[in-house]
């Protein structure tokens, strides 16, 4: 249940644009269930590529000023102009390097990933790939709420360095481990 739950949550089926970042949008039970079975049978149905190729967003917002995580939700940080020349770059190699293959995508619900697909997809032939699927184990490192308090962020993060990056767990956040953790299951689910 936590698992349609989530899947729910994060707007998994893009396609059926059941919800998204900021939907104000209730499913009932029932529908958030549907809508997690809809996608494990995607998946399970599809046949997936010999490759997986794996694609950072472009520079964001955020990239250029840290503080607008003080600011804005960090879902929210869009692309800068120099992160669209970047994705429409990236489409184009990518289009090169692919060829005539048949492509699945599978997105972050971050706005600065979904920007950096929507520039990928101008390289691409829409008969090349089915839907775009959005699950919400492609998101960055959650780092803790420190919005108002930038001394403390980094208080934290020179104790992670101190303590080791890997398994150090920022308060309400999450450790590069579980990052690990949550990235795996989503590999694990894709591989049947």
């Not at 967003?57 to 503080?67: Q, R």
């Not at 600011?71 to 692309?79: E, Q, R, V, W, Y």
């Not at 390289?123 to 959005?134: G, N, P, T, V």
Request: glycine share 8%; proline share 3%.
């Amino acid at each position: 249940r936590s698992r349609a739950a989530a899947a729910a949550r994060s707007g998994i089926l893009s396609n059926s644009n059941q919800m998204g970042v900021g939907s104000d949008t209730a499913l009932s039970d029932e529908q958030v269930v549907d809508l997690f079975d809809r996608y494990d049978d995607a998946v399970k149905q599809r046949r997936w590529p010999n490759r997986i190729i794996l694609v950072r967003h472009g520079l964001s917002e955020g990239n250029l000023d840290a503080s607008m995580f003080s600011t804005k939700p960090d879902a929210l940080h869009g692309l800068a102009p120099l992160g669209f020349e970047q994705a429409t770059e990236t489409g184009a190699n990518l289009r090169e390097l692919i060829g005539d293959e048949p492509v699945q995508f599978i997105t972050s619900s971050y706005k600065r990933t979904r920007q950096t697909l929507d520039c990928i997809l101008e390289a691409f032939d829409r008969r090349m790939y089915s839907e775009i699927l959005e699950d919400h184990r492609l998101r960055e490192q959650e780092f803790g709420m420190f919005q108002d308090d930038a001394a403390e962020m980094s208080r934290r993060m020179e104790e992670r360095v101190a303590i080791g990056s890997f398994y150090y767990r920022f308060p309400g956040g999450e450790s590069a481990a579980d990052v690990y953790d949550r990235v795996s299951s989503l590999v694990d689910h894709m591989a049947g």
